[in-house]
């Protein structure tokens, strides 16, 4: 079984910044890819940032520029560096690792952007 532990949410105030981290189990060679969405309440889950075991990294039109994703194989982690946050930025912030055949994900953690 794989788990993910997010941390690293909380509150801001706009064209503030946060780092989120996300520690998985296992090696992240067994992974396709890990990666951050986002969920805000009677919304869909929407992609934020995933970074691709080859290190290939892709962002949604949203946060291109402002946010970067990072992983440290030997820690295990991989992070969300989140620069001039927006109130819409405003979400759940679930940290997610894909295999060809399954997805995991993590508990989730809140983001708040709010003057």
């Known amino acids: 079984q794989v788990h993910l532990v997010e941390s690293g949410g909380g509150l801001v105030e706009p064209g503030g910044s946060l780092i989120l981290s996300c520690v998985v189990s296992?090696?992240?060679?067994?992974?396709?890819?890990v990666g951050w969405y986002r969920q805000v309440p009677g919304q869909e889950r929407e992609l934020v940032a995933h970074?691709?075991?080859?290190?290939?990294?892709e962002y949604s039109d949203s946060v291109q520029d402002r946010f970067t994703i990072s992983k440290d194989a030997a820690k295990n982690t991989v992070y969300l560096q989140m620069n001039s946050l927006k109130p819409e930025d405003t979400a759940v912030y679930y940290c997610?690792?894909?295999?060809?055949?399954?997805?995991?994900w993590g508990q989730g953690t809140q983001v708040t952007v709010f003057s």
């Open positions: 296992g090696s992240f060679s067994t992974f396709v890819a």
């Open positions: 970074i691709f075991n080859s290190g290939t990294t």
């Open positions: 997610n690792a894909r295999k060809l055949i399954s997805s995991y």
